[in-house]
């Protein structure tokens, strides 16, 4: 009895979060210009269109141009540090740690808000660059996550070994710790990347709708009325989602990333 609640339990949950993304995929199957579930005239027209208009092609491509550079400036931010961190792991390093993490530590409107008067005194608002760098810093803290942990787990006798063979700094950085911590590196950027691609609030309040990104797109729309292609873009940025996490399952070191101190090497 105890095993049947237990399945039905997890059978309900996942059919809980399961259901919103069958309506959003059955309402971006609709022919005409209506959200209805089930789909009337089921067609695949919107999914052309939303490529076809550049009223949401250039809010996708900002979508993409700036998660792509956030997040390659957050991991490249957020590798000094955890590198100082794990080798000096003194007073110096917990604060530099403890900066790098405080960007979630606030709600994402106060941060949104302290950008907004930053870029406008510097002068940068309402520019893409701006915008970038605003997600970089406030997203620093996944990757700075993701590559402590590659390091933790990294047994230091092997950087003892490489020194003791003649090795110098940068060879046992490329040679030992690189290959190492290289799936966390690249687990940091996905998760970066997904959420700067999905991320409002900090784009709206450091661009507004100088640099329409798709989120944005997504709001505007809703003030013009509701199209099945606000179904179709939900869709590709689940599956896209789907996809990064799905690769980091398959190819990194995902119970780690979870915070499990078994990883896959055990």
Known sequence: MTQLLKRAYVVAILLMLLAPLVVVTGVSLNGPQTLRFPPVEPSLRWYGTLFQDSAWLVPLGHSLLIAACASALSVSIALPLALFAWERNGIAARVLTGL????????????????????MTVGGYGQ???????????????????????????????LEAARVMGAGRWTVMRTVI???????????????????LNEYI?????????????????????????TPILGVVSVLFVLLAALVFGLIGRFGDLPRLMGSERGRSE
Not at 144 to 150: A, H, K, N, R
Not at 178 to 190: D, E, N, Q, T
Not at 202 to 226: D, Q
């Open 100 to 119: 790098g993490l405080a960007p979630f530590t606030l709600p994402p409107v106060i941060s949104a808000l302290g950008f907004m008067v930053f870029w």
């Open 128 to 158: 893409i660059w701006a915008t970038i760098i605003a997600h970089a810093v406030f997203l620093v803290t996944l990757p700075l996550v993701t590559i402590s942990l590659g390091l933790k787990g990294i047994d230091r006798s092997l």
């Open 178 to 196: 690189g290959p190492l911590v290289l799936p966390f590196i690249v687990s940091g950027y996905a998760f970066a990347f997904v959420l700067s």
């Open 202 to 226: 900090i784009a709206y309040m450091v661009a507004g709708f100088t640099v329409e990104t798709i989120p944005i797109k997504i709001f505007n729309a809703l003030r013009y009325g509701y």
